[in-house]
Nanobody, 121 residues
Framework: QVQVVESGGGSVQPGGSLRLSCAAS????????MSWYRQAPGKERELVASVSAGGYTNYADSVKGRFTISRDNGKNTVYLQMNSLKPEDTAIYYC???????????????WGQGTQVTVSS
């Protein structure tokens, strides 16, 4: 059974940093792309960043240059390093397995609980 557990969220001031982690289980982690999504209050869920099985990445324009997605196949974990955080980054952040190795593939499976990120002074 595919399962992901997000952690690392919290409250920070604008300009601060956070590192989110997503521990995955129930599938062969190394052969699938993984993604981070976020959902702010009253808004639809949106893609933040994806990493392919081979380590290729893509980012939403709103986070380029500030966020970095990475993966550790030995730990079945995907990370999201978030720097220079802005109030508009406030959202619940979710990770999910993609349907294939490519970072352009579609999300697969159920969403986890997510982790709350709040950026406020």
């Amino acid at each position: 059974q595919v399962q992901v557990v997000e952690s690392g969220g919290g409250s920070v001031q604008p300009g601060g940093s956070l590192r989110l982690s997503c521990a995955a289980s129930g599938f062969i982690f190394s052969i699938y792309a993984m993604s981070w999504y976020r959902q702010a209050p009253g808004k639809e869920r949106e893609l933040v960043a994806s990493v392919s099985a081979g380590g290729y990445t893509n980012y939403a324009d709103s986070v380029k240059g500030r966020f970095t997605i990475s993966r550790d196949n030995g730990k079945n974990t995907v990370y999201l390093q978030m720097n220079s955080l802005k109030p508009e980054d406030t959202a619940i952040y979710y990770c999910i397995r993609q349907s294939a190795a490519s970072q352009w593939s579609t999300p697969f499976g159920s969403w986890g609980q997510g982790t709350q990120v709040t950026v406020s002074s």
